[in-house]
């Protein structure tokens, strides 16, 4: 099997940007990773780009707006790739199959979002178009109330485990104060994030705030080479 090295990689700032729309965030990820791998656009083979759906914006086929920032890709093969949470997971596997199969030497991977601009009910209506919703886009809390019965049965089976949840939310606190480009660089600490309080209030079912993500902006780009 071939093996796959990251040769490049960049992406911006979390949270909400100043940058206008997902475009704008493309191409500041695309450019930068290409510049990290010290190499030309004419030298990618395929583009892959993720995006969890295309509900927070009305630009469809975002794949092919890498070209518009990187022209030397303007003839470059691109793709969408759409898998809800596991959306940045897909891409990077559509990448890695590209080239395994020797269709490809190098590829850019993108993953983009751009949440922030709309209000906070319209996003959770977005997020639970993953959901199979003939049977749960009523659940209450929305898609945190999906995950909340995911964790609820888990629990059933496994006993309560709210502290294990708190324990995982502040150790990436504890890691975004370390990360410059973290949404919140603020280490909560296990006692707060394991604390039903006014600052973090249960979500849904098990699910306090710290347990829940955040809305954000951001994309990221990876260059994926054989060898």
Not at 25 to 34: F, H, K, M, V, Y
Not at 60 to 79: E, I, K, M, N
Not at 158 to 166: K, M, V
Not at 211 to 225: E, M
């Amino acid at each position: 099997m071939t093996e796959v090295s990251i040769s490049g990689w960049a992406h911006t700032t979390f949270g909400k940007s100043e940058l206008e729309d997902a475009e704008a965030l493309i191409a500041a990820a695309a450019g930068d990773a290409l510049e990290h791998a010290a190499i030309g656009p004419e030298e990618i083979d395929a583009v892959f780009l993720g995006a969890y759906n295309n509900g927070f914006g009305r630009q469809d086929f975002q794949a092919s707006l890498v070209a518009l920032s990187v022209p030397g890709l303007r003839h470059t093969p691109a793709t969408r790739l759409e898998n809800a949470c596991a959306t940045g997971s897909a891409a990077i596997y559509a990448g890695l199959d590209a080239i395994r199969s020797g269709r490809a030497r190098h590829v850019l991977v993108i993953g983009v979002e751009k949440m922030t601009g709309l209000p906070t009910p319209d996003v959770n209506d977005i997020l639970l178009s993953a959901c199979y919703v003939k049977e749960e886009a009523s659940v209450d809390g929305g898609f945190a109330g999906i995950i909340a019965q995911v964790a609820a049965a888990y629990f059933q089976k496994y006993g309560d485990r709210t502290a294990s949840l708190a324990r995982i939310a502040a150790k990436n606190h504890a890691n975004g104060v370390k990360n410059p480009y973290a949404q919140i660089r603020k280490d909560l600490g296990f006692e707060f994030c394991n604390t039903v309080s006014d600052r973090n209030p249960v979500v849904a079912g098990p699910l306090r705030r710290t347990d829940c993500s955040l809305i954000s902006d951001g994309a990221a780009a990876l260059v994926l080479s054989a060898g």
